[in-house]
């Protein structure tokens, strides 16, 4: 085709287009004249990306702290980027759906791997002090790891388990959420009452984290593995892909969030509190959740000792050589 043709043609299909807009193909080709060249720093609004890390004191480190966090929070923007096509998808094609889990898991690798930013990359010294200035903030006030959670499987499986055989589909979603794991947490550890840093985040995530679960109800990533085992269209590779979600969220990263809290809190008898109030010695490890995405996938035994080889090698090294 010749070049005059090929504009013509292009033409013609934008005419196409924009038929039903009420505007003219030539509004469209004069706002294309008038318009700017695009740049890279406009694009992605560089200089404003560049602007929010605000510290709240002098202490150097601080401002990688934000930085990593920031950088946390939009790898879980592309974790739910993932999980809303998975949860919106009709097709039941297990191709596409493995590539999605797939893209999830990679995600969760660049996360857990770059975590050494956090282990290592901080002065001890510089962290307890900054710290004090972030009082009640707290990563666990994430509201988009728990819409993770929420993407993935229904609430009856992230109720705390001290009470998990109590419930199940049958309760409503606000019943289920008020047992849901996460909040035991940040519960003051003498009076066991919520704590401001809980009490702040339910008031601002409530209505969203109950409105979503009822929106996919049924329609979770854990009732698209089951529907497609049900149409006997799920593989091994897929089979395999849930699994490693399952231990990238409720293992590994729980894990490495422990190891760092080990290195920067942990001082024996006088372990310094997060700054949510969290007592992350019973929240962090694996074993004490015992949240499973897919709990399907795995024997009782396993569901058992989820995550127990992982939390042995942090508080008994020693043990966990021997085995």
Known sequence: MKEKERIESQIDKLKEKYKDSGQDISSYLDGLLYQRYLTYWDYIHLDTLLSLQVPRTYYPDEEIFIMYHQITELYFKLILHEQKQVVDDKSQNVGFIQEKVERI???YKALIS?????VRGMEPEQFLKYRMALLPSSGFQSAQYRMIEIYATPLENLVDPQVRSDYSD????ETLYEQIYWKR??????TRE????????????????????????GKTMFHKYEELVEQNKHTKALTDAFKTMDINANVNWPLVHLGSAYRYLDRGNDTIEATGGTNWKEYLPPSFQKIAFFPSLYTKQELNNWGKQWVDHIFNPKKSQVE
């Open 105 to 107: 898991n990679n995600y």
């Open 194 to 217: 919520k704590t401001l840093t809980l009490k702040q985040f339910e008031y601002r995530y409530t209505p969203r984290f109950i409105r979503i679960a009822k929106a996919i109800k």
């Open 185 to 190: 947490g940040v519960l003051d550890k003498k």
């Open 170 to 173: 049958h309760d409503t979603i």
């Open 114 to 118: 770059s975590f050494s930013i956090m």
